[in-house]
């Protein structure tokens, strides 16, 4: 298999941490390497709390979903910048879920997502979102753990 052919399709979980920035720079050197169709999505996450409160905060919601729109847009314009080309979504629900969801809809071949170092109890009190991942991309997972320098991209 050539270089050229390994990744056609990148997808690139983006949330404006500075994980998920690492994320998006090493997911877009990886889309110029191989030359290969890069989505980003964005995903506003719903919990049970936003779900109950949904009818009584409808205006924190909007702010939220606004919120959202602009790091889904810091995003776009920083691949943009970079020279790449990039289609993406903002979707609702659990993250892991709806990056796998979104993964096997556009034929992603490689997921790229940020991954912030967390203690032993926050890791368990948040679930198995990349044990979930890992169960349910189809394609390779790279999972980005530092920061990749603008002048590097």
């Known amino acids: 298999m050539g270089a050229k052919s390994m990744y056609r399709r990148i997808l690139l979980a983006y949330d404006g941490s500075r994980e998920g ?11 110029r390497r191989f030359d290969a169709r890069l989505f980003l999505l964005c995903v506003i996450a719903e919990s049970a ?9 409808a205006g924190a919601l909007a702010q939220s979903a606004l919120a959202y729109r602009q790091v889904f847009d810091e995003g776009m314009a920083r691949l943009k910048a970079a020279g790449l080309q990039v289609e993406g979504e903002i979707r609702e629900g659990g993250p892991a879920e709806t990056i796998a969801t979104y993964a096997r809809e556009i034929g992603a071949d490689l997921v790229v997502v940020g991954h912030r170092k ?33 002048e590097e991209r």
Do not use: K, N
């Open 21 to 31: 920035r690492a994320a998006l720079r090493e997911g877009a050197l990886v889309a």
């Open 49 to 57: 709390g936003m779900l109950i409160g949904e009818a009584a905060y």
């Open 118 to 150: 967390r203690g032993a109890l926050d890791r368990w009190w948040s679930g198995g979102t990349g044990a979930y991942l890992l169960d349910h991309v189809q394609g390779s997972l790279l999972i980005a753990q530092h920061d990749v320098a603008d």
